[in-house]
C-alpha cells in the first residue's frame, strides 16, 4: 500500500488537472453558446437561398452555366475541416477516419485546420492548399478558401468538390459529413419538396433567370462553404465542452477515491502505531 504523503502528492496534482480541466470548460461554453449562435443564424438566410435556386430549376438548362455542368469524375478536391487545437474527444478522429477512407489517387485535398494538414502531411496525401482560420471566422476569410476550390473546379483541374467537416447537430452529437457542393445539383438544392408549386411561384427574376442565375451560383458556393466552417466551429466548442466536462467529472471520481485510500492508509498506519505502543507495554509490565 502505498505512503500517506505520496497519497497526498496524487490528490493535490489530481485537483490541480480538475482546476485546468474546468477553467477549458468554461472557456469552451462561452466560445459555444458565440460558435452555435453563428451556425443557426445563417440557417433561415440559407432555406431562402435553396429556394430561389430550386425557383430556378425549370427556367434554365444545366449547360447555361458551368458550376450545373456535370462532367465525368476523374479528380476529386475534398475540402477537409477540423479544428487547430486537441482535447475535444473523438471529434477530429472520426472526421480523419473518413478523410483516410477516401481514394488518395483520385482525391486531391484542401485543408482548413492544423490537425487535418498534419493528418495529410503524415499520410502523404496530396494537400494543394492549407487555410489558417480564427475561432469565429467571418465571410470574407472563409471566401478565400471557397474561391481557391472554385477556381480549381471551374479551370477543370478538378470534376468535383466536396466538403468533409463535423456537422452541428447538438451540443452532445457531432457527426462526420462528406457533402458535394460542385457542381451545383438544382434538383439537390435544397431538402424543400420540389413538388410544392407555391415555392417558386414566390419569386420574380429581373433582369431574367439568366442574368440571377450566373450571379447567385458562385455566391451560393461560398456562403455553404461559409455555413459549414461554422457548424465545425460549433462542433468543435461543443466537443471541447463535453470533453472538458468528463474529464472534471472524471477528476473529481479520482479524488474521491484517493481520499477514501488515504484515509484507509491513515487509518492502518495509526492502527500499528497503537499496536507497537501496546505491545511495548505489554514488554515492559
Given amino acids: 500500500m502505498p505512503n500517506t504523503r505520496d497519497i497526498r502528492r496524487r490528490i493535490k496534482s489530481v485537483k490541480n488537472t480538475a482546476q485546468i480541466t474546468k477553467a477549458m470548460q468554461m472557456v469552451a461554453a462561452s466560445k459555444m453558446r458565440k460558435a452555435q449562435q453563428a451556425a443557426l ?3 433561415p438566410y440559407s432555406e431562402v437561398l435553396n429556394r430561389v435556386l430550386v425557383s430556378l430549376r425549370d427556367l434554365v438548362s444545366e449547360a447555361d452555366h458551368p458550376l450545373l455542368e456535370s462532367r465525368p469524375v476523374e479528380k476529386k478536391l475534398v475540402l477537409l475541416v477540423t479544428s487547430d487545437k486537441g482535447l475535444c474527444g473523438a471529434l477530429n478522429t472520426n472526421v ?3 478523410a483516410a477512407s477516401l481514394d488518395s489517387k483520385s482525391t486531391v485535398f484542401v485543408s482548413s485546420g ?3 494538414s498534419s493528418f495529410l502531411a503524415r499520410t502523404g496525401r496530396d494537400m494543394i492548399a492549407d487555410f489558417l482560420l480564427p475561432d469565429s471566422p467571418t465571410f470574407l476569410q472563409t471566401k478565400a478558401v471557397s474561391k481557391f476550390c472554385l477556381e480549381k473546379f ?3 483541374e478538378v470534376d468535383e468538390v466536396s ?3 463535423p456537422k452541428f447537430v447538438n451540443t452532445l452529437t457531432q457527426k462526420p459529413v462528406l457533402l458535394s ?3 451545383i445539383s438544382k434538383d439537390k438544392a435544397s431538402g424543400i419538396d420540389h413538388d410544392d408549386k407555391s415555392s417558386g411561384s414566390q419569386f420574380l427574376f429581373e433582369p431574367d433567370a439568366d442574368e440571377v442565375l450566373n450571379a447567385i451560383l458562385p455566391y451560393y458556393f ?3 462553404v461559409f455555413q459549414m466552417i461554422l457548424e465545425a466551429r460549433a462542433s468543435e466548442q461543443s466537443a471541447r465542452m463535453v470533453a472538458m466536462k468528463s474529464a472534471t467529472d472524471n477528476a473529481k471520481n479520482i479524488v474521491k477515491d484517493l481520499t477514501l485510500e488515504y484515509n484507509k492508509a ?5 492502527t500499528t502505531e497503537l499496536l507497537e505502543i501496546t505491545t511495548a507495554q505489554m514488554a515492559l509490565a
Avoid: D, N
Fill in 181 to 183: 457542393l460542385l457542381p
Fill in 266 to 270: 491513515r487509518q492502518a498506519s495509526i
Fill in 163 to 165: 466538403v468533409l467537416y
Fill in 154 to 156: 471551374l479551370s477543370g
Fill in 41 to 43: 443564424a445563417g440557417h
Fill in 96 to 98: 480523419l477516419r473518413e
Fill in 222 to 224: 461560398h456562403f455553404t
Fill in 114 to 116: 492544423k490537425k487535418g
